[in-house]
């Protein structure tokens, strides 16, 4: 895939826990980037933000350059666990629960950047009732801006094609 002309490599996470859940998801993705042996940034939605996150936190996945991860509001669950790479994490308004607990402890990660907005949850997804085209607008060309960062520069380039929806 090429953004404004240079080649980037992005692994896109996009879960669906009614056919594994996050763990089997999480071994999925990470035996892929083992397998593979290339430096990769991630971006996960939703419980895909989830699975990014648990493998920017794992030790042995030296690959992972930076994440990105749209309201995984399942991350509640791992903050036992702290980045080895650099993390932007942008939260959504979720229905069940406070957001602001997850925040409050994303911020004492040094390697984290918050995202503070006032968008629902799905405010990406087209499909969603959510969907919130002015954020995806901005959200958008902030990504476009992320992947194609200093940090990406030098990375291994994936087998084509670059970008890859893993389901």
Not at 66 to 76: E, I, M, P, Q
Request: proline residues 4%.
């Amino acid at each position: 895939m090429k953004m404004r002309g240079v080649p980037i490599n992005i692994l896109c996470i996009i879960a669906s826990l009614h056919h594994c859940g996050i763990e089997r998801y999480y071994n999925s993705v990470k035996a892929y980037i083992l397998e593979k042996k290339i430096d990769c940034n991630l971006v996960g939605f939703s419980a895909g933000a989830t699975v990014a996150w648990m493998l920017a936190c794992s030790e042995d996945l030296g690959f992972i350059k930076k994440a990105a991860c749209f309201y995984g509001s399942r991350v509640r669950y791992f903050l036992d666990r702290e980045p080895g790479c650099d993390v932007d994490f942008i939260p959504a308004k979720e229905a069940l629960f406070d957001i602001s607990k997850i925040t409050s402890q994303l911020a004492k990660f040094s390697m984290v950047t918050l995202h503070k907005n006032q968008f629902s949850h799905g405010f990406m997804n087209r499909c969603s009732e959510n969907f919130h085209p002015d954020a995806y607008r901005q959200y958008s060309e902030w990504l476009q801006e992320w992947c194609t960062s200093e940090l990406n520069a030098g990375a291994a380039k994936l087998p084509s094609p670059v970008n890859r929806v893993l389901r």
